[in-house]
T-cell receptor
Framework: QKEVEQDPGPLSVPEGAIVSLNCTYS??????FMWYRQYSRKGPELLMY????GNKEDGRFTAQVDKSSKYISLFIRDSQPSDSATYLC???????????FGAGTRLAVHP | GAVVSQHPSRVICKSGTSVKIECRSL??????MFWYRQFPKQSLMLMAT?????????EQGVEKDKFLINHASLTLSTLTVTSAHPEDSSFYIC??????????????FGPGTRLTVT
């Protein structure tokens, strides 16, 4: 079992839709969680960083962490074609010194 | 900001030659830098972790003699692919963690280097 599981998709939605991207993890020691966006042939860009459980909102993006169920989510409101990319979730802990990445979910937002 | 650059962005080399890729944190000092490899439509594969002034820690299955990592300063790490072969062709990406925040675990990525070995 991988430490961070993520459905690779692809996920196709119409412009304006609410997108829900999800990951599960198995290591209860994970304390911090991130979402990255990666456009084709580019490096990943940090979108959201969350420590422990709870919600964090930044513009159209909301990250949620539920440590009791080991579930992390990223919601994108009013999705735009420019949101079309691969979204990677990642988790880590202080003792790890590295991030464990999910497989990435390919999202396509069509006009 | 947290900007990481990589150079070159694209390189083509002949089999048997060595290639050096530079990773720089432009507006912050990095305690730790990471090197990843990514195949098309696949996720990131961590190759090694390097701390300034010390030897890199390689992930299982990564040949340290083939992928030489030097972290000479708090803003520069280099990856040298020695005696490159076509199977080394890939997208190589570095990332860096900031030095000035004790509990900062975010990694900031460079734009990547596409290596093609002919």
């Amino acid at each position: 079992q991988k430490e961070v599981e993520q459905d690779p998709g692809p996920l196709s939605v119409p412009e304006g839709a609410i997108v829900s991207l999800n990951c599960t993890y198995s290591n209860s020691a994970f304390q911090y969680f991130m979402w990255y966006r990666q456009y084709s042939r580019k490096g990943p860009e940090l979108l959201m960083y969350t420590y422990s459980s709870g919600n964090k909102e930044d513009g159209r993006f909301t990250a949620q962490v539920d440590k009791s169920s080991k579930y992390i989510s990223l919601f994108i409101r009013d999705s735009q074609p420019s949101d079309s990319a691969t979204y990677l979730c990642a988790a880590g802990s202080g003792g790890y010194n590295k991030l464990i990445f999910g497989a990435g979910t390919r999202l396509a937002v069509h006009p | 900001g947290a900007v990481v650059s990589q150079h070159p962005s694209r390189v083509i080399c002949k089999s048997g030659t060595s290639v050096k890729i530079e990773c720089r944190s432009l507006d912050f000092q990095a305690t730790t830098m990471f090197w990843y490899r990514q195949f098309p439509k696949q996720s990131l594969m961590l190759m090694a972790t390097s701390n300034e002034g010390s030897k890199a820690t390689y992930e299982q299955g990564v040949e340290k003699d083939k992928f030489l990592i030097n972290h000479a300063s708090l803003t520069l790490s280099t990856l040298t692919v020695t005696s490159a072969h076509p199977e080394d062709s890939s997208f190589y990406i570095c990332s860096a963690r900031k030095r000035d925040r004790a509990y900062s675990y975010e990694q900031y990525f460079g734009p990547g280097t596409r290596l093609t070995v002919t």
